[in-house]
């Protein structure tokens, strides 16, 4: 049985999870909706039909676990509980699984460590490679498909396995020695697979292919079957080429008279007769030539989403202003409003009660309804002060009044405050985002002046920050302070034209990532140049000359709090 091509690994995965599912976790398929995915799943849907359940990534828990029945405890007057799918199935498919939230996943990979019957099928629709299954749920899914290059034509014509009944059958004699567990996790080490899951399923799925081909025990062939289908698709790095400085080993051969035998009559381990070479050259000729492209595209994607894009998915980060209640069904994370429930049952009552003697209070699901709020993001207000020249401490000074005066009304508004001053040949964050006013007091006390204008080191610490807090789920915004005469460029010298140029490519990077930004000139008269970087940055400029404490913090309320 050779895996040619991807649509014979695709049929070759299908038959061990047919064979053995509950040794394998289950299977992940990524492939677009269409007839080759209906294709490959046909006669699996076939084999679990009574068993089979489908779930969705915004499933509740409720759902899942079970819990009260709402609707028919009311119905009824006494409590009833209804079964979760956890407990009523071993099979479960999971449409979109790359959109899976943290929590599902959470629960679903405990499921299958505490259910060796549980079988889960992840349909993974994502086209990119920063769409795909999080790694709680594929590192216990043995079998890995990937159909999104296969055509209807190959799958129409390529091969099929018709006898899975058999195979199952022979599985329990099929012998695997501690030889093919060794090549497994030596080879999984080679190409940089760090979970001890692999080697253990890749053994179990290479005696389920030993099986297929009617064999007693596990082979070169089924190994490299099991590498190819469980191993490749998990390697991080491309396994190192074989070191043929090395002298060989003399060859021992076994004596005549016990022809096919070892010492004392054993049959040869399947270590004598398959070099760990040869299975790493097999796997590493499957192996595509734009690995080391995928997994760098990867990592960036994942570094960018970990930088910026954590905080941007969800709406806020706490509770926020209540709303009024609405109809709706209680899930897991919604609260009943019980007043506006009986405000909406209450004029039914004499209706529902009929002739009943008993007063009780009558409440149908149509009456439930769910508390709601307005979510929003804590803020972080990034102030980026220019710190040099002679008139560094008239601005320092304003800056501290303006950072003192914000912080006493973050308490309201539940935002936080950030200081960062550039001086010198670098920016340094003096101040942390923090609604601490003793912290910052304390910070803004030894704050110090003087030096060139790194503009662009300002900007760029500037930028990283609003990616940090980001990440935390608040929302950034950056108020820069400065005479717009920047004279030290981004690697340390001192040149005004790169200075100006640097500070430019990171206005535009700042306005890329949608932050809120002003910029505000403390000149004696308005500057073009900081009027251009403003544009630029795609933020507000307010020339403020003769600026106090009082004046910065209301134009930064009015323009970046009110935002």
């Known amino acids: 049985m050779t895996l040619e091509t991807a649509w014979d690994r695709a049929v070759f995965a299908r038959a061990c999870f047919l064979i053995a599912p509950d040794r394998l976790g289950g299977l992940w398929l990524r492939a677009r909706s ?19 359940r489908r779930i969705h990534p915004a499933i509740d828990d409720q759902t899942l676990y079970g819990g009260i029945d709402l609707t028919t405890s009311l119905t009824t007057g006494g409590l ?25 996943v959470a629960r679903l990979g405990a499921a ?29 899914l043995a079998l890995r498909v990937d159909l999104t290059e296969v055509g209807l034509s190959l799958a129409q014509t390529g ?96 004596p005549e008279n016990q022809e096919g035998q070892g ?13 760990e070479e040869l299975l790493l050259e097999a796997v590493r000729a499957l192996l595509p030539n734009d690995l080391l492209d995928r997994l760098a595209a990867r990592s960036a994607v994942r570094a960018a989403e970990s930088g910026a894009g954590d905080g941007a998915k969800r709406r806020g980060n706490r509770r926020g202003r209540p709303l009024p209640a ?42 439930i309804h769910l508390k709601a709020f307005e979510e929003r993001s804590d803020r972080a207000v990034i102030f980026c002060v220019d710190a040099s020249g002679s008139a560094a401490l008239a601005r320092l000074a304003e800056a501290k009044g303006a950072v003192e005066l914000l912080l006493a009304q973050a308490y309201a508004r539940r935002d936080y405050v950030a200081l960062l001053a550039f001086r010198g040949q670098q920016s340094d964050l003096l101040l942390p985002p923090t609604r601490s006013l003793v912290q910052t007091k304390r910070r803004l006390a030894a704050l110090p002046g003087g030096g060139g204008t790194p503009l662009a080191a300002g900007l760029q610490d500037a930028l990283s920050l609003s990616d940090s807090v980001r990440s935390r789920g608040m929302t950034p915004a950056i108020a820069v302070l400065t005479d717009g005469r920047a004279n030290i460029a981004l690697d340390g010298t001192a040149n005004r034209a790169q200075a100006a140029s640097d500070a430019r490519d990171f206005a535009r990077l700042i306005r890329a990532r949608h932050v809120p930004a002003m910029v505000i000139d403390t000149g004696q008269r308005p500057s073009e140049a900081l ?13 403020l000359p003769r600026a106090d404490a ?11 709090c009110s935002a």
């Open 34 to 52: 269409g007839p080759v995915r209906d294709r490959f799943l046909a006669p699996i849907l076939l084999a679990y039909t009574t068993d089979l």
């Open 80 to 104: 009833v509980r209804s079964a979760g799918i956890l407990q009523q199935t071993t099979t479960l498919l999971l449409s979109m699984a790359e959109r899976a939230p943290a929590g599902l």
């Open 112 to 140: 299958l460590d505490q259910r060796p019957d549980l079988k889960l099928l992840a349909l993974d629709e994502g086209t990119e490679e920063a769409e795909a299954l999080s790694p709680t749920l594929s590192d216990r």
């Open 159 to 254: 091969s099929e396995m018709s006898d899975i009944p058999a195979a199952r059958a022979r599985l329990s004699h099929v012998v695997a020695d501690a030889a093919c567990g060794k090549l497994l996790v030596e080879l999984a080490a080679s190409l940089g697979i760090e979970s001890l899951r692999a080697p253990i399923q890749a053994l179990h799925v290479a005696r389920i292919s030993a099986a297929l081909n009617g064999s007693p025990s596990v082979t070169e062939e089924d190994l490299a079957n099991a590498a190819a289908l469980v191993l490749l698709p998990r390697a991080t790095q491309m396994p190192a080429p074989a070191d043929d400085s090395a002298e060989p080993e003399p060859e021992q051969t076994p």
């Open 263 to 275: 010492d004392n009559g054993r049959q040869p381990e399947l270590s004598d007769a398959l070099p």
């Open 326 to 367: 609405r109809p709706g069904k209680p899930r897991s994370g919604h609260r009943v409003d019980l007043i506006a429930t009986l405000r909406a049952a209450a004029p039914w009552q004499k209706v529902r009660q009929g002739s009943s003697m008993h007063n009780r209070l009558k409440i149908r699901a149509s009456d």
């Open 531 to 543: 009027g251009g970087l403003a544009r630029d940055m795609g933020a507000g400029y307010l020339p």
């Open 550 to 560: 009082k004046a910065l913090s209301n134009a930064v309320e009015s323009t970046l």
